[in-house]
């Protein structure tokens, strides 16, 4: 049994596909980031880092319980546990590079894109423009690469595919804007309606809509979300 510790956000979201895709049997465990639930000593446990998702495998290697943080160990974990959506051997060094250029580049600017354009108490024009901006480069790398495939990586749907299609999915809000956020990316928008269309999106976008996470932005979700912005409290 997998337990999976979720927030309806893009990270968590990829686990979310990626578990409906291979059908592991798993136990959701709601963890909401907005009233500080990811720093609880329980959860601190399970990913000192205290961030989501998370996962703790009862069926690990040799049969022993094992704990997996970050999304893209995750999801390399889960492929290799299920012999699934992880390409071929001679895919591998193509399948890391663009697993890892998807997890140091298009979901931070991503993320850093949002925060600046609606968490920031200042809009900083330097600071959003410097984010939006990267964000369309990693766009246009993808979409060029994209030409005349259907996959990311080799021929084949695999974990790459959904990790980007995690970030890609919040384009509107990456990006908002009068028009279409990939409209200018035409191989991009053309894969990411390809992959959003699989049954299981369906059922990883259904998760955790009968959990009452918090959405209010006061206090307590900005000390809980971004605790660095303020000065510890000694004890």
Do not use: C
């Amino acid at each position: 049994m997998i337990r999976f510790y979720f927030h309806p956000t893009p990270n968590p979201t990829k686990i979310a596909l990626m578990l409906e895709e291979v059908g592991l049997a798993y136990q959701l465990v709601a963890i909401d980031t907005s009233r500080g639930e990811q720093h609880t000593p329980e959860f601190r446990a399970v990913n000192p880092n205290g961030k989501v998702p998370a996962i703790v495998d009862t069926e690990g290697p040799g049969g022993k319980e094992m704990r997996v943080f970050d999304s893209s160990a995750i999801l390399l974990y889960l492929g290799e546990k299920t012999g699934r959506l992880i390409g071929s051997p001679a895919d591998r060094p193509v399948l890391l590079s663009w697993l890892f250029f998807i997890a140091t580049g298009v979901g931070p600017f991503s993320g850093q894109a949002v925060h600046f354009q609606y968490a920031a108490p200042e809009k900083l024009a330097y600071a959003v423009n410097r984010y939006r901006r990267e964000v369309e480069r990693h766009y246009e790398v993808l979409d060029e690469h994209l030409k005349e495939r259907d996959f990311i990586v080799g021929n084949d749907y695999s974990i790459v595919d959904i990790s980007a299609w995690g970030w890609l999915d919040r384009a509107p809000r990456v990006l908002p804007g009068d028009g279409v956020p990939l409209a200018a990316f035409p191989n991009l928008e053309r894969w990411f309606r390809a992959i959003d269309a699989r049954p299981a999106v369906a059922r990883a976008r259904a998760l955790g809509k009968t959990h009452a996470f918090k959405k209010e932005m006061d206090e307590e979700a900005d000390r809980a979300l971004f605790p660095s912005n303020y000065a510890k409290v000694a004890r």
